[in-house]
Antibody
Framework: VQLQESGPGLVRPSETLSLTCSVS????????WSWIRQPAGKGLEWLGR???????NYNPSLKSRVSMSIDTSRNQFSLRLKSVTAADTAVYFC????????????WGQGIVVTVSS | DIQMTQSPSSLSASVGDRVTITCRAS??????LNWYQQKPGKAPELLIF???SLQDGIPSRFSGSGSGTDYTLTISGLQAGDFASYYC?????????FGGGTKVEIK
C-alpha cells in the first residue's frame, strides 16, 4: 500500500488549503484515513480522519476550519483547511489507521505547504 | 483530549548504548500506544504498536513496554541508523495525540 499527497505548495493567507491523498495497492474500504501535520522543527499534530462511509472526526483545535472527504471511485481522500494563516505552514502527511489497536501505517511521504502572500 | 508527555526531549548517546524513552498519558490509555521513528525529511515509520508489539521488519533491538498511563521505548544496542526522532502516540480516543518527541543524537 502506498499513499501520496498532492496539492499546491503555496497558499495565500485567508484562503483555503486543499490537499489530496491518493492510495494505491489497497481499497479505502474498512479503514480510517488520517491527516497529520508537522511545522518545521516541531512535533506531529493530528488533524482528523475520515471513514469510507464519510464519517469524520476532527481535532477540536482546528474548530470549524477543517473538513475531510473521501472519493472511493478515485481511491483518494482530501483535506480542506479554511482561513489559513502562517501558523498553518507545515509538512502535511496522510496515513492509514489500521489494526485492532489502531496504529498509523503506512504514511505518505509528506507535502510542504507554505502560507504566504 | 489525552495529553502525551514524552521524555527526555533530546538525548546524546553512543553506538552500542541502551536508550530508554518514556511516555506518560494524562489518563489510562489501556495500551493503545504506538511508537514511531522519524528521520529528517522523511515520514514517521511505525516501530511498535499496542505498547509492545514489534512491527514487521523492525529490528528486535527495539522494544516497548508499559501499561495504564506509563510506557517505555527501549533501544538495546544503538546503531548508526537509529539516530533520529521518536514519537509516542495514543489511539485510545480521538483526537489522536502525539508526544512531543525525543531526538536521539550522536554523543
Amino acid at each position: 500500500v502506498q499513499l501520496q499527497e498532492s496539492g499546491p505548495g503555496l497558499v495565500r493567507p485567508s484562503e483555503t488549503l486543499s490537499l489530496t491523498c491518493s492510495v494505491s495497492g489497497d481499497s479505502l474500504s474498512g479503514y480510517w484515513w488520517s491527516w497529520i501535520r508537522q511545522p518545521a522543527g516541531k512535533g506531529l499534530e493530528w488533524l482528523g480522519r475520515v471513514y469510507v462511509n464519510v464519517t469524520t472526526n476532527y481535532n477540536p483545535s482546528l474548530k470549524s476550519r477543517v473538513s475531510m472527504s473521501i472519493d472511493t471511485s478515485r481511491n483518494q481522500f482530501s483535506l480542506r483547511l479554511k482561513s489559513v494563516t502562517a501558523a498553518d505552514t507545515a509538512v502535511y502527511f496522510c496515513a492509514r489507521e489500521t489494526g485492532i489497536s489502531r496504529w498509523f501505517d503506512p504514511w505518505g511521504q509528506g507535502i510542504v505547504v507554505t502560507v504566504s502572500s | 483530549d489525552i495529553q502525551m508527555t514524552q521524555s527526555p526531549s533530546s538525548l546524546s548517546a553512543s553506538v552500542g548504548d541502551r536508550v530508554t524513552i518514556t511516555c506518560r498519558a494524562s489518563q489510562n490509555i489501556n495500551s493503545y500506544l504506538n511508537w514511531y521513528q522519524q528521520k529528517p525529511g522523511k515520514a514517521p515509520e511505525l516501530l511498535i504498536f499496542a505498547a509492545s508489539s514489534l512491527q514487521d521488519g523492525i529490528p528486535s533491538r527495539f522494544s516497548g513496554s508499559g501499561s495504564g498511563t506509563d510506557y517505555t521505548l527501549t533501544i538495546s544496542g544503538l546503531q548508526a541508523g537509529d539516530f533520529a526522532s521518536y514519537y509516542c502516540q495514543q489511539t485510545y480516543s480521538v483526537p489522536r495525540t502525539f508526544g512531543g518527541g525525543t531526538k536521539v543524537e550522536i554523543k
